[in-house]
């Protein structure tokens, strides 16, 4: 069975490092009271984020709709295809009724937690589902699942204000990349980067009825980094410009590292391979 994390972008391991030593920096300048303190307070975080995604699990099992449940076997069939492509590891996916478009997953140990909210099957395509929890399953088999869980109470220590910002701008930086990370893992479920562009699309441009509406769209996202104002308010967001994610994927669907992979999470599936987008 092929399984690959070699779609992880470059930088990604590095600043996840660098963001470790400086946090880690920061609280071995402080006092030693405030180093106990710190550590007390990175101890109760996790306990508290640990308790409450077993308290969100649990609660999506008793309330959510249980993909394998799902009447149409459409979508259950879909994540079954990413699960043997990306090779995640132990996944329980739910479909949540929910008013907006959205996906994510969560958990320190397994299985994690997949979540659709039903307007996604609505207005997304099969390939651009297949983006999506794709993506998704990147940050689990990436093990951003478990690392947001630690570094975000690490990023929240108490801290001189200059210090706070530094280490969620850090957190942040990190967090960036790791969209990056699980768009490409994404783009190698789908298959298709054009089915990966436009979920992406979709997923900030509610009313697209047409092809016309759809370049309209990204005409306003591919200005998004043309004002210093978005490029400032960046530094500080978890997610990157959207016109920078596109270019991103852009740039891998070109490179070879990106149609090797993709021949061999195609072969885990039985698909043909050497077929270009």
Known sequence: MFRSLRYRVDNEQVVLVLTILLMLGVIILTSTVTFCI???F?????????SLIRSHHRGLMRDALSINDVQTSELADIVEECEKKLQ???IDAFLVNADQLNAYTFGITSPKALVIYSPMLKVMTEGELKFVIGHEMGHVALGHTWLNTILGGMAGIPAPFGAAVLLYAAFRWWNRLCELSADRAGLLACGDLNLAVSALVKLVALEIRSQRDFERAVAVIDAQDDLASNRLAEAFQSHPMLIRRINRLREYARSREYQHLQAGVNRNVGMETGKSI
């Open 42 to 50: 990175i101890i109760a975080m996790f306990i508290l984020s640990a």
């Open 88 to 90: 995640p590891g132990e």
């Open 38 to 40: 710190s550590g007390i």
